[in-house]
């Protein structure tokens, strides 16, 4: 592909428009082409820009309950956090900056105003839950207008269990974009209610933990507390090892499945890499399903 056809197609690349084969040949294409590559992050700035100049809400609308969202503060946690909601779930989530700092920030993101509301309960305990290792089964969450790759993405988040990790790679062929991983990363990165769609869970292929948009030891801490030996992963990413098979069941795991910690000792056998894993006769886990890994 050249030049000429790949930027063309770069905005639609963003938002996820591309059939899969187009997908592939611009991702190819901005893999050898640095200029095109910098057109994309070009076009990602761009579009954030545009979104940011939604006209200001008038006082006497923005004072309205019709059309304004709620927002509160929940201190019941470590960090506290802004969470803004509407009638439909919560809509945004942040933990930084003061109250106006988290206006504009809706605004920005929804183009709405928000006015200061009580938190309904079942709400305030969803968020409680995410923030102190509890986990929630059903997030209740309103992700307004989204692009098609957006609502997959952090809907697929929300499919990976409390205690467990996944990669970002595991995350593209779980929504059946498996060249797709930049643009995965990519909304991870910008997700907009963040412990509550668990985006922390998400980790490099090689392992580790990772970076977080909060930092690092914000992230270790909530893998902590919902259960991840983050010690060993940091290790396991060290030696390489990248998957957990058992002896008795032939059956590989990622190493946080709760079937892989269940694997005595002397059954465990490690690799570190799927074709290994294969080579070696054993076959992935159905629940953590590996090898999208």
């Not at 201190?75 to 506290?80: D, F, I, L, V, Y």
Request: charged share 30%; hydrophobic share 35%; proline share 5%.
């Amino acid at each position: 592909m050249r030049c000429r056809a790949a930027l063309t197609k770069i905005d639609a690349l963003r938002t996820g428009e591309l059939k899969p084969a187009e997908q592939g040949a611009v991702q190819e294409h901005l893999r050898t082409c640095r200029s095109c590559d910098e057109s994309l992050g070009d076009v990602e700035r761009l579009a954030r820009a545009v979104k940011s100049l939604a006209p200001a809400v008038p006082r006497s609308l923005r004072e309205s309950n019709a059309i304004a969202d709620g927002f509160d503060r929940v201190t019941e946690t470590e960090p506290a956090v802004w969470v803004a909601f509407s009638d439909r779930g919560i809509r945004m989530i942040h933990p930084h900056g003061s109250e106006e700092e988290f206006r504009s920030r809706y605004a920005k993101r929804h183009g709405r105003a928000l006015n200061r509301k009580s938190l309904p309960k079942t709400l305030r305990d969803q968020v409680v839950a995410a923030l102190t290792g509890g986990g929630t089964q059903r997030a209740t969450v309103d992700f307004g207008e989204i692009s098609k790759l957006e609502e997959e993405v952090l809907k697929a988040l929300l499919r990976v269990p409390l205690g467990e990790v996944r990669s970002y790679s595991w995350l593209a062929q779980e929504i059946g974009r498996p060249k797709a991983v930049r643009a995965v990363a990519n909304v991870v990165a910008r997700n907009f209610v963040p412990f509550l769609v668990p985006c922390h869970r998400i980790v490099p292929a090689q392992g580790g933990v990772g970076q977080y948009g909060f930092g690092g030891d914000a992230k270790r801490q909530l893998l902590a507390r919902e259960g991840v030996d983050v010690d060993q992963l940091e290790r396991l990413a060290r030696e390489q090892i990248r998957f957990i098979g058992s002896r008795t069941t032939g059956v590989v795991c990622v190493p946080t499945c709760r079937d892989a910690r269940r694997i005595r000792d002397k059954n465990r056998v490690v690799f570190h890499g799927t074709r290994e894993a294969v080579k070696g006769g054993f076959r992935p886990c159905r629940r953590c399903r590996p090898f999208a890994a």
